[in-house]
């Protein structure tokens, strides 16, 4: 019996040593862990740093490709700001030579939905499709295209009438029409369509720039009130067709109230 009970102490005491190791064993490889876990912690922090530093390197060259850029980079058109310097470029050029000026803007209908539908790579390859036609809207050097907005888009003609800017931007609407781009869903097909404001005018000291973009925009206001996929020429309230007017509801018809409206 003593045999058997020292037999039993010497493996009780040789299970609490191993016990004891297998303690000391996990306590270095907690210690360890913790310090790799913290190494890693760092290591991470500074690849996050230094990420945030290419993004903002990233960000600060493609301002200054912009800048240098005159060009969109999905269409292939001048961008908004290089347009605008164009346009104060005619608009002298034909106010020393009195010689007309002619603007054009160019909405594409419901081009945000056909974007929801079709996806990126849709939208991107409509958004090609649609520059090519603006591109070859003029053949003259001083005809140019320009993109405004995502489905905005300016086309400007130096030396150009207003009744052949007119037939200009027919043939625009026209032919995005017929580019027969679907916009998708529902029972019935739609496709994209574009509606175009224009006006001209010969630059004078009595108006600037920024009059000849306004007219613009009302007619293409005008345009869109009266349903999209149409051009219509800037006019003078002696002039202008006014769409939808209800007497009992606006009033008489007279100037204040067309612009109040």
Avoid: C
């Avoid at 009970?5 to 000391?24: G, W």
């Avoid at 007309?100 to 790579?121: A, H, M, N, T, Y």
Wanted: no cysteine; hydrophobic share 40%.
């Amino acid at each position: 019996a003593l045999e058997a009970e020292q037999a039993a102490r010497i493996a009780r005491e040789f299970e609490v040593e191993r016990l004891d190791d297998e303690v000391q064993r996990l306590r270095v490889e907690s210690r360890s862990a913790g310090e790799s876990r913290e190494s890693l912690a760092d290591e991470l922090s500074n690849a996050n740093q230094e990420l945030a530093v290419l993004r903002s390197k990233a960000g600060a060259l493609s301002n200054v490709l912009q800048r240098i850029n005159p060009y969109d980079t999905e269409t292939g058109l001048l961008t908004a700001e290089k347009f605008a310097n164009v346009m104060n470029r005619e608009w002298a050029r034909m106010r020393r030579q009195e010689l007309p000026l002619s603007l054009l803007l160019v909405s594409i209908d419901r081009f945000e939905e056909f974007r929801e539908k079709q996806g990126r790579l849709g939208y991107e390859a409509a958004l090609r499709r649609i520059s090519d036609v603006l591109r070859h809207a003029g053949n003259r050097p001083g005809d140019v295209a320009a993109r405004l907005g995502p489905g905005a888009f300016a086309l400007l003609f130096p030396e150009t009438e207003h009744k052949h800017v007119a037939r200009l931007a027919e043939t625009v609407r026209t032919r995005v029409r017929q580019l027969g781009i679907a916009v998708g869903g529902g029972d019935q097909v739609k496709v994209l369509t574009a509606t175009v404001g224009m006006a001209t005018v010969i630059p004078n000291n009595e108006i600037t720039p920024e009059t000849l973009r306004e007219r613009v925009e009302a007619a293409l206001y005008e345009a869109q009130f009266q349903g999209g996929d149409r051009s219509v020429r800037y006019r003078t309230m002696d002039s202008i067709r006014v769409e939808h007017w209800d007497a009992e509801q606006e009033g008489q018809l007279t100037a204040d109230s067309v612009k109040h409206k």
